[in-house]
């Protein structure tokens, strides 16, 4: 069985202060507070006493931990509600300013905001530019799918 401590850290390079610091800028700290054993607690296999945004969090935390420069986001928010869609897309904007992210996202408002936002049909690059200059093309795929979707 593994522990939030393991699941963070599992090279043991951190003391407690970062991984306490982790959580609370990954705004999972509350969570990992409420439970018996706190950096003890167990976490389950697959992460099944956490919910989809919870284990979310949990990853961004330990990626933190890690201090990558880059960091790959695969429909991170595809499976949580909309109040954890918020906390994760605050804590990218917030913690990972400095790293280069990649994003693969179907809802397009963990995007948005991106530095540089690249489109693909069929696995075929079809644009590539910032979304500033996507949505001033209202023929621009990108600018199609922003006004079809509500963000």
């Given amino acids: 069985m593994f522990y939030f401590r393991f699941n963070l850290d599992p090279l043991h390079h951190h003391d407690d202060f970062d991984l306490w ?50 960091l790959v986001l695969d429909e991170a928010t595809a499976a949580i509600d909309t109040e954890t869609d918020s906390l994760i897309q605050e804590t990218i904007k917030e913690v990972f300013a400095d790293c280069t992210m990649l994003t693969i996202a179907h809802r397009l408002n963990t995007v948005i905001n991106y530095d540089r936002i690249l489109v693909l049909d069929k696995g075929e690059i079809i644009e590539f530019d910032t979304p500033e200059i996507l949505l001033a093309n209202q023929d621009s795929a990108f600018a199609q799918m922003i006004n079809t979707q509500d963000i």
């Fill in 21 to 70: 610091h982790a959580l609370e800028k990954c705004h999972i700290i509350q969570t990992v507070l409420a439970l018996d054993g706190q950096l003890e607690a167990p976490v389950l296999e697959n992460g099944e006493n956490l919910s989809v945004g919870e284990r979310q969090l949990l990853c961004m935390a330990r990626a933190l931990l890690r201090n990558n420069k880059v």
